[in-house]
């Protein structure tokens, strides 16, 4: 009994993670303008793990340019976070918050986690790379992106991996990939 409770309990979790993967940046450019055509209008926080170079910063500049920043869009990965003004979430102005953690220092934290605190709220669009540094301060409801290649992999196939977390997430993932699959992404 407990053996098919653990047994539907992952199958419930593998059904709703989804990977996609992408041969180049221009198949990446094609999920991010996806993931953008379908994001919520009350905006999203969105989690992005991987190690260097995977991919993060590739997606979300791709996502921000298709929303219609006009901006110059640069890694957060010195600066922390990065604001921008001018992205058209299905027909309505959101603020785009980009955090990259990676080099937040132990006295930065009590300050970003407020900020954290505030950009999980509704209605702006969060975007945060190495999350695990944040303290615990991500909200329980989001998606959480892996960014990951195979290792002896020296081309540019890249694995973008979905994993919902909540009900208005869980709807975002599916939308992305009926789309996807009809784009011939997989
Ligand atoms: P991260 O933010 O994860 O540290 P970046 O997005 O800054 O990584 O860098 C990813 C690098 O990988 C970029 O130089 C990008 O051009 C390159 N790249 C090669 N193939 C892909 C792909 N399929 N998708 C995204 N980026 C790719
Ligand atoms: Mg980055």
Wanted: charged share 30%; no cysteine.
């Amino acid at each position: 009994m407990l053996q098919l409770i653990l047994y539907n309990l992952l199958m419930v979790k593998k059904s709703k993670t989804m990977r996609i993967k992408t041969k180049n940046t221009a198949d990446t450019q094609k999920l991010a303008r996806i993931f953008a055509q379908n994001l919520p209008e009350n905006g999203a926080f969105v989690s992005l793990f991987g190690d260097i170079g995977a991919g993060k910063t590739a997606f979300v500049r791709f996502v921000l340019k298709d929303l219609g920043v006009k901006e110059k869009i640069t890694s957060p990965s010195f600066v922390i976070l990065n604001e921008y003004k001018g992205a058209r979430v299905q027909s309505s102005d959101i603020l785009v918050y980009h955090f990259d953690l990676y080099r937040l220092e132990d006295d930065g934290l009590d300050t970003i986690k407020e900020e954290l605190r505030e950009y999980s709220k509704d209605n702006v669009l969060t975007f945060v790379e190495w999350a695990d540094f944040g303290g615990g301060e991500l909200p329980y409801n989001r998606l959480n992106i892996k960014v990951y290649y195979e290792e002896n992999d020296y081309d540019d196939t890249r694995y973008y991996e979905f994993e919902p977390v909540g009900k208005k997430y869980e709807i975002f993932v599916q939308k992305i990939n009926t789309q996807a699959a009809k784009e011939g992404l997989k």
